[in-house]
């Protein structure tokens, strides 16, 4: 199990989704994302894209207003995982046309089921946007 | 469906929300929201529930508490619509985790949503329980997963492969029946299902060993033939990313070729040639292509050596340190780390790169090539780059020194070629970055420099010179008092002189300026003045001629909020003022620490964990009380039945022999038990510093003070000055609030032959008040077996800490022949119940002039005292 959580942050350090891949408590989910959005946030652009806190690796890219961040273990492939954050932006941006934070914040529910399309349990399950928009556009037409 | 019947609509309440300025009003819509859905669940209110899930799911991520909706998860999972169930297994997902009772009820609907005839309902299913099943849900559900694999829809079957991991994790048993469906997942064309079977290939590999041999055997090829086909294939502009084609499969298809060549030839052999083309073709002027080539890299360090690819490996990450991304280097950086084990003589040739990473204005770049660095030392290489980490120190950032200063410390404790440079670089490391120096690290340095005989003076004259100028560094001045109270002789005579030194002027009062100075300072914590006050104590014997101004200085912490500075104050002075005899004697220079000994017990004790405030000892539950004892008792060679020691001993024996600190929280105790206890502590102390007999606390020596000023302390009113007559002394004790116990009262004991040799018999008799279990009074009884006279009789005892022991002044300082001399002792046992008594005694007397000395140990107390 790779991913261990993926983050949605405005940068006024509000979360805006937030993806557990393993047993946190309320508490504990408060205090991480509290802890690792301030260390992000406190980095520039010329600084790389890793922050390591705690035993997560935290890999995080920065799209205008907003934050994605990735948690994951020590195994892990930092550069892939920025290479899906790519991916997971630019599914987004064929869903919504040109992402923000208030598509992710009025469509929770949209964004989740991308991202469920696209990880499970920690594991990238599909990278190809039409294969991870189709069960969405279905949904949508039928409704 | 009236919209206003519940509540507000989902984008209302975000609106809301969103419009909130401070968090207080953020958590009352919040609240006011949860309130409406409360009422909505409990009316049971159909029409609602999914919109008033995603509500809570919005809560959720907010971090509120949202546990009374799960219930409602599971009523939308079970009802029909594909709608509602989608929402339902989100929240199932998001608000619940497999450690919830709950969740054993889905089980049954998972069960029927996994044979469902529409396949993406089934896919929600497999998702759900990929995410978050339970040991009990992967035993039930998984003959359906197993079958699901098999599903005609490629969507199927990937979900399907990414829930076995979840499986085969939670009952590893069950992996045997994945084998072979995944072998023949692997023969398919869909990336997403080849990447989920690879990704359970490598899961089954770990769990099973058969496993892996198995795919080992029959599944190399194929693998290693997809990666060429990806490698190769042309342009497929679904899976393109930035002209590469699909990068996470080729990577996922790079780690189980890792798993399958780790440790095994042949198979490292057959991937040889598509690590090659991976390595050589693959674009490294894209974040993708760079990823794939970092993973390549790893593999090839992974599988068994053929030479000519590590060559190909090692370049490509020196080409990735030299990279202007810091990404990359990142990486790079980090895998270094990994090829240090394989290609040490490789990694060094980037040294130099690697330490300019440590000075890079990147935290993360710093931190991995710090850590690299430090395995990058070895005996050869120590001195330059420890000077180059030093030079660093100066200049790096407050939030890094931290770290730097903890590594160089290791480094130069490890590798030191020899005590001058070790003690010179300490130094440096202890005047540029004492704050963040650990305690264990400047203690360690202690037991080094008490080693290295001929470098004292040298070592004193260079901290003398150090605080100087970084007195604001707590532990370079705490080792500096310390030196200077040792060796304080040393210094202001130039004794030892090496030939690098200059010499350096240092009067006696030049040395006692220093430690005042850092005594008066208010930075200076509690430790370090007690330290200083040690210091002064020792100084006062090294330079007779300042005792009286020593004795001014200390006698300004008489008045010290702390207690301990108090009382180190008041029993210091009197030792200066009054007890001139045996104050050399007293302060004596530590023997040499045993290095031995104590690396030994560092090694054992957990860095985080040691600190040196025993603020808590008190407070915490027993058994750890005992810990903490554990090196004092060692010292005293009690034989208690001590665990080895771990944790914080190391800190608090040095702490102890140096004199240290015992702060117990003040308001933790009341009255009269507080000064009696850390008496105790401080004889203990002082025992342990090794000096010869001395006896404060309830000395009856040859001066003329029948009762030490200590005592008063402790005693509810303070003695009238008395003779040393013993039957004065006899009449002192009538005030004292401690009388022997009644005979009917409580529990008796039979009184204990504690003690006996050819000249002495020491008698305990035994009594306890009643409704104070935990302490003993004991009333010793010495009988002088010869016809001799004994005298200047001193009774001496310890115990180890989680006794404390209150001894109240001897009869008499004389034992005449065949006389006998009583002595009361009080001691309060803080694991009542749990341990037995335990105590060190020491006799001395002198008999014809000639000082006599007799040692034992007291361990047939009765039980349950």
């Keep these: ?143 | 469906m009236n919209p206003f019947s519940s509540g507000t609509r989902l984008r209302d309440m975000i609106r809301a929300i969103r419009a909130c300025k401070t968090a207080a009003e953020e958590r009352a819509v919040v609240r006011k929201e949860c309130a409406s859905i409360r009422a909505a669940v409990s009316d049971n209110d159909n029409d609602y529930r999914h919109r008033n899930l995603a509500k809570l799911m919005f809560i959720h991520m907010l971090g509120y508490p949202t546990h009374f909706g799960q219930m409602e998860c599971l009523k939308l999972i079970a009802a029909p619509g594909f709608p509602e169930k989608r929402i339902g297994y989100l929240g199932l997902m998001l608000l619940l985790d497999e450690r919830q009772e709950v969740l054993m009820l889905v089980t049954n609907s998972l069960k029927q949503d996994l044979n469902h005839t529409n396949q993406y309902i089934v896919g929600l299913a497999l998702c759900a329980l990929g995410n978050i099943s339970s040991a009990e849900m992967a035993r039930d559900l998984a003959p359906e997963v197993e079958r699901l694999l098999q599903f005609r829809d490629p969507n199927v079957r990937k979900k399907a492969a990414l829930c076995s991991i979840r499986i085969i994790k939670k009952v590893p048993d069950l992996a045997e029946n994945f084998v072979n469906p995944v072998a023949s997942l692997l023969k398919e064309k869909h990336h997403g299902v080849l990447l989920t079977a690879i990704q359970l290939c490598a899961d089954l590999c770990i769990v099973s060993e058969e496993a892996l041999e198995y795919f080992r055997k029959k599944c190399t090829e194929g693998i290693v033939k997809i990666l060429k086909d990806a490698v190769n294939s042309p342009y497929a502009p679904e899976y393109d990313i930035s002209g590469i084609s699909d990068p996470f499969l080729q990577i996922r298809l790079l780690r189980i070729l890792r798993i399958l060549g780790h440790g095994d030839a042949d198979a490292s052999d057959f991937m040889n040639d598509v690590l090659a083309q991976v390595a050589t073709k693959t674009e490294s002027n894209k974040n993708a292509g760079n990823a794939i080539l970092y993973e390549c890299v790893e593999t090839i360090m992974s599988i068994e050596d053929s030479g000519g690819l590590r060559v190909l490996a090692i370049n490509i990450l020196g080409r990735f340190l030299s990279n202007r991304d810091n990404n990359i280097r990142y990486v790079a950086l980090n895998m270094l780390m990994k090829a240090i084990s394989v290609d040490g003589q490789a990694v060094q040739r980037h040294r130099a790169t690697i330490l300019e990473c440590v000075k890079d204005s990147d935290a993360s770049i710093r931190k991995r090539a710090l850590e690299l660095v430090y395995l990058l030392v070895n005996e050869s290489n120590v001195k330059p780059l420890a000077k180059e980490l030093i030079d660093y120190l100066v200049v790096s950032d407050q939030d890094f020194k931290g770290d730097l200063t903890a590594k160089i410390c290791s480094i130069v404790e490890k590798l030191s070629p020899e005590k001058i440079w070790y003690i010179d670089q300490m130094l440096k490391v202890l005047c540029e970055a004492g704050n963040y120096v650990k305690d264990e690290v400047w203690h360690a340095l202690i037991v080094v420099i008490t080693n290295a005989s001929n470098l004292h003076g040298y070592t004193v004259r260079s901290l003398y010179k150090a605080i100087q100028t970084s007195g604001d560094q707590e532990a370079v001045v705490r080792v500096a008092v310390w030196c200077i109270g040792e060796y304080g002789d040393l210094l202001v005579n130039n004794i030892g002189m090496l030939d690098i030194e200059e010499p350096i002027t240092v009067t006696e009062s030049d040395a006692i300026d220093a430690i005042e100075v850092a005594i008066m300072r208010h930075t200076s914590d509690l430790t370090t003045r007690a330290m200083c006050l040690m210091a002064l104590l020792k100084l006062s014997s090294r330079f007779p001629s300042c005792s009286q101004r020593i004795k001014d200085i200390v006698t300004q912490s008489k008045g010290s909020l702390l207690l301990e500075l108090q009382q180190r104050s008041i029993e210091f002075n009197s030792i200066i003022g009054k007890h001139q005899n045996l104050r050399s004697a007293l302060v004596e220079r530590m023997p040499v620490l045993d290095e031995a000994t104590y690396s030994g017990r560092r090694a054992g004790s957990v860095p985080a964990a040691v600190s040196t405030s025993q603020g808590n000892t008190l407070n915490i539950p027993n058994g750890v009380v005992k810990i903490v004892d554990a090196p004092l008792v060692d010292l005293l060679d009690l034989g208690v039945d001590e665990p080895a020691p771990t944790n914080s001993s190391a800190a608090n024996f040095l702490h102890d022999l140096l004199g240290g600190v015992d702060i117990s929280s003040p308001s933790a105790q009341s009255g009269t038990m507080q000064p009696q206890k850390s008496g105790t502590d401080v004889l203990l102390d002082l025992l342990s510093s090794g000096s010869p007999l001395a006896q404060i606390n309830t000395s009856t020596s040859d001066n003329k003070i029948p009762v030490s000023p200590l005592n008063s302390l402790s005693l509810s009113s303070p003695l009238p000055a008395a003779t040393s007559s013993m039957m004065d002394l006899l009449d002192g004790f009538g005030p004292t609030p401690t009388p022997p116990a009644p005979k009917d009262n409580g529990p008796t004991y039979p009184p204990i032959v504690a003690f006996e040799s050819a000249s002495l018999r020491l008698m305990f008799n035994f009594s306890k008040q009643p409704g104070s279990p935990h302490i003993t009074q004991i009333e010793a009884n010495f009988t002088n077996k010869s016809s001799d006279v004994y005298t200047d009789f001193i009774f001496q005892a310890a115990v180890p800490k989680f006794l404390q022991l209150h001894l109240e002044p001897a009869s008499s300082n004389t034992l005449n022949g065949n006389g006998s001399v009583t002595q009361k002792l009080r001691l309060t046992n803080n694991q009542h119940g749990k341990k037995s008594l335990v105590m060190r005694i020491r006799i001395s007397y002198k008999l014809n002039n000639k000082d006599m000395l007799e040692e034992g140990q007291i361990s047939n107390f009765p039980r349950d005292l």
Aim: with cysteine; charged share 25%; proline share 1%.
């Design chain 1, 1 to 143: 199990m790779g991913i261990r959580f993926i983050l949605m942050v405005n940068k006024q350090g509000q979360t805006r989704l937030a993806q557990y891949y393993e047993y946190l408590t309320l508490e504990e989910r408060r205090a991480l994302e509290g802890e690792i959005i301030r260390k992000c946030l406190a980095r520039n652009e010329q600084q790389c894209s890793f922050v390591e806190h705690r035993n997560y690796k935290i890999v995080y890219r920065r799209y205008a207003s907003l934050f994605f961040l990735v948690g994951v273990d020590n195994e892990e492939n930092e550069l892939a995982i920025l290479e899906f954050i790519h991916l997971l932006v630019e599914t987004m941006d064929r869903h919504f046309g040109n992402v923000c934070e208030l598509d992710i914040m009025f469509h929770l529910e949209k964004a989740h089921f991308m991202l469920e399309e696209m990880v499970m349990n920690g594991c990238i399950v599909e990278t190809s946007k039409t294969n991870i928009l189709a069960p969405i556009q279905l949904m949508d037409k039928a409704s």
